[in-house]
């Protein structure tokens, strides 16, 4: 069964960064795509960035790209979100996911198999 385990989450001002943080199996962040996920309340979950990083290939949702950098440290099996400029609207429950079914299709929720618990993310003005 494999585990993932976010951190890092927290209430911030507008412009404030956070790094979040995904502990996971040493057989999946080394073999396969891992995603960072949000939630916002009453909205549907949505991709925000998704790294394979066997090969360096990495995708950003429009929403968070120039803000937002995914990276992977296979040693420590953790997968990280470093959010910079965060705003009112990046509000929301975060997750990593692993495990993606149609490599065609990196950021979208229900291609990943295995989810995280969801770490909150409160930016306010």
């Known amino acids: 069964q494999v585990q993932l385990v976010e951190s890092g989450g927290g209430s911030v001002q507008a412009g404030d960064s956070l790094r979040l943080t995904c502990v996971t199996s040493?057989?999946?962040?080394?073999?396969?795509?891992m995603g960072w996920f949000r939630q916002a309340p009453v909205k549907e979950r949505e991709g925000a960035a998704a790294?394979?990083?066997?090969?360096?290939?990495?995708h950003y949702a429009d929403s968070v790209k120039g803000r937002f950098t995914i990276s992977q440290d296979s040693a420590v099996n953790t997968v990280a979100l470093q959010m910079n400029g965060l705003k009112p609207e990046d509000t929301a429950m975060y997750y990593c996911?692993?495990?993606?079914?149609?490599?065609?299709?990196?950021?979208?929720?229900?291609?990943?198999?295995?989810w995280g618990q969801g770490t909150q993310v409160t930016v306010s003005d």
């Open positions: 040493a057989y999946t962040s080394s073999r396969d795509y």
């Open positions: 996911a692993a495990e993606l079914r149609n490599w065609a299709h990196p950021l979208t929720p229900s291609e990943y198999t295995y």
């Open positions: 790294i394979y990083d066997r090969t360096g290939t990495i």
